[in-house]
């Protein structure tokens, strides 16, 4: 498509249940990253896929937390048994390489909200 | 650990001036630099990218390089309301995994 479109906008969810938020990057870009964003705080970075690849899971705040990529295209974020610390935007980026110089293209972000 | 540093802000600027947004860099490595923009309630969107020293001018801003000390800025000139924003400054370098952020200035162009 012609940017980074992530789904749903906005997500209200009750403590304990399980979310999934879904990002489509610009076709083509073969790399695809997860940040975060909680209230006025910086972004926070999760994860990234090389095609379908996800070769540094470390930045995920838990096991709770877990992600894919099918196709080298659409990737999948998943929360489960959500806790209110969950509650952030959660943006998608997308860039053409992996390991080169160029910036990323954002997409609109999912805000999360716990309650 | 890489890190990039910003001061929060809020930087207020009257309207017409100059607005001069700074950032340090901790890893010698960095090969891209990127200033990003961020509206309140939207996403980051990168307004400018810069890979050697010097100065690189697209319209009302510029951003500045300089890999010695470590230290990237960005001007705006002929700041207007519209400019009001939070900026983050990002580095990469050559062959890592991310950019890293840093985590913005709160910039109020006053009318």
């Known amino acids: 498509g012609a940017g980074v479109s992530q789904s749903p906008s906005n997500k209200v969810t009750e403590k304990g249940k399980d979310v999934e938020l879904r990002c489509d990057p610009i076709?083509?870009?073969?790399?695809l990253y997860w940040y975060r964003q909680s209230l006025g705080q910086g972004l926070e970075f999760l994860i990234y896929?090389?095609?379908?690849?996800?070769?540094?899971k470390s930045g995920l705040p838990s096991d709770r937390f877990s992600a894919e990529r099918t196709g080298g295209s659409v990737s999948t974020l998943t929360i489960q048994r959500t806790q209110q610390e969950d509650s952030a935007v959660y943006l998608c980026?997308?860039?053409?390489?992996?390991?080169?110089?160029?910036?990323?293209?954002f997409g609109s972000g999912t805000r999360l909200t716990v309650v | 650990q890489k890190e990039v540093e910003q001061n929060s802000g809020p930087l207020s600027v009257p309207e017409g001036a100059i607005a001069s947004l700074n950032c340090t860099y901790s890893d010698r490595v960095s090969q891209s630099f990127f200033w990003y923009r961020q509206y309140s309630g939207k996403s980051p969107e990168l307004i400018m990218s810069i890979y050697s020293n010097g100065d690189k001018e697209d319209g009302r801003f510029t951003a500045q390089l300089n890999k010695a000390s470590q230290y990237v800025s960005l001007l705006i000139r002929d700041s207007q309301p519209s400019d009001s924003a939070t900026y983050l400054c990002?580095?990469?370098?050559?062959?890592?995994?991310?950019?890293?952020f840093g985590k913005g200035t709160r910039l109020h162009i006053l009318p």
């Open positions: 076709s083509g870009h073969t790399a």
């Open positions: 990002a580095v990469r370098a050559y062959r890592d995994d991310k950019i890293i």
């Open positions: 896929f090389q095609g379908n690849s996800a070769p540094d």
């Open positions: 980026a997308s860039s053409l390489e992996w390991q080169g110089l160029g910036g990323y293209t």
